[in-house]
């Protein structure tokens, strides 16, 4: 388990680098204040410096011991928590795919109540509630107060 630890930690710090040297090739402020450059400069950073962390603590821990590594040792979720794992990334991805089609608030109508079910909520007023505020509420925050252009699709909604 340590070297798998290690090697996750280690991508994501190469991952949280590469975010940082994109992100400084975005102005970090305009004449309004912070760019588009700022949020991911500061979060490539914040991450680094996690997996800097994170690297350390786990390189300090003693190695797995021989006898503990057998083939039943698995990077990946198994079986219920996989398939929850699997619908999260499926989700995901079709809420991309479909972003540019029915726009935000639908898509993200669809992937919140996908969601919560294959986390495995089962109230529906709880799903919908979610949902609508997790799309129709986020939408109306990010263009009116933060005025930032998200999706509208070729429904136009």
């Known amino acids: 388990m340590r070297q798998g630890r290690l090697i996750a930690t280690g991508a994501m710090l190469a991952f949280c680098l590469f975010a940082l040297w994109q992100s400084l090739l975005l102005s970090l402020t305009d004449r309004l204040g912070p760019g588009p450059g700022f949020f991911p400069f500061w979060l490539a950073l914040v991450g680094i410096v996690l997996a800097i962390a994170l690297l350390i603590e786990t390189a300090r821990e003693p190695r797995d011991p021989p006898s503990s590594e057998s083939s039943d040792t698995r990077i990946l979720p198994h079986g219920a928590g996989g398939l929850r794992w699997l619908a999260i ?69």
Do not use: H, K, Q
């Not at 972003?99 to 993200?108: E, K, N, P, Q, T």
């Not at 799309?135 to 136009?156: E, H, I, M, N």
């Open 89 to 157: 990334v499926v989700l995901l991805a079709a809420a991309t795919a479909a972003m540019s089609i029915v726009g935000f608030r639908i898509a993200m109508l669809i992937f919140n109540a996908g969601l919560l079910v294959a986390l495995g909520e089962r109230r529906w007023w709880a799903i919908a509630l979610f949902a609508v505020l997790g799309s129709f509420g986020v939408y109306y925050v990010f263009t009116t107060w933060l005025d930032v252009l998200l999706p509208t699709g070729w429904l136009g909604i």
